[in-house]
């Protein structure tokens, strides 16, 4: 199971979306080979919604069994083509969780492969992490991140053996932390990261200090 989105479910992409209220995380459900958009395979979003999406983060794979930890290259670094504006800042704000917590990450191309390429085709920001799936890990990646050089990220990928036994524990603990992080920093912020004007990941407020037991994943930290 690729464990995409949340922990143990089949969830992608989010949308964080500004409304009367403030700003609000909406989540669209996606079963495999669907679209997770709300009418159909990789259609546009509805126009109504486009002006008060704020960006989007795509969570699609996070547990691969032969994982690297990788971040969409918003600014166009790695590999020339930069998402809409203010795609840079979310790539900023989870490599800067990564450094944080002493975790090297890779970059990953917007290759129109996932459901964020909706919301990048409309000018919203984009980002997200990314585990691997059919594509083969370099002997540079395995020194980096541990694994199987010449092997597959996912060896299960679209494949019968692609059940709760193909999920590494590690991988999606790992990344489930750093989907946590990005979701509150951007949750609490009134930057305008869509505006782009004097915004970038260390001008936003990191996220709130856990009150009470310190968590990794499911598990409480002693």
Do not use: W
């Amino acid at each position: 199971m690729h464990a995409r989105g949340c922990p143990g479910s089949d969830r992608s992409p989010h949308a964080l979306s500004r409304s009367s209220s403030g700003l609000r995380l909406g989540g669209q459900l996606r079963r495999k080979g669907s679209s997770g958009l709300p009418s159909g395979a990789r259609e546009e979003p509805a126009e109504a919604g486009l002006a008060n999406t704020l960006l989007n983060l795509n969570f699609d794979m996070l547990g691969s069994t032969n994982f690297v930890r990788f971040v969409y290259d918003g600014d166009g670094g790695a590999f020339g083509s930069t998402g809409p504006t203010g795609s840079d800042v979310i790539e900023g704000v989870f490599e800067d969780y990564f450094a944080s917590q002493g975790l090297p990450t890779a970059p990953t191309e917007f290759d129109g492969r996932s459901d964020y390429q909706a919301f990048i085709n409309n000018g919203i920001p984009a980002g997200g992490l990314f585990t691997g799936a059919e594509g083969v890990k370099t002997a540079e990646e395995a020194a980096l991140f541990g694994g199987t050089a010449g092997e597959s990220y996912d060896p299960c990928y679209h494949a019968a053996c692609d059940d709760l036994g193909n999920i590494s524990k590690q991988a999606l603990g790992e990344m489930s932390d750093a989907v946590a992080h990005t979701t509150l920093t951007f949750a609490q912020s009134d930057a305008d990261i869509r505006g782009g004007a004097g915004v970038s990941a260390r001008a936003l407020p990191s996220a709130p200090a856990t009150q009470g037991p310190a968590y990794k994943g499911h598990e409480a930290l002693r």
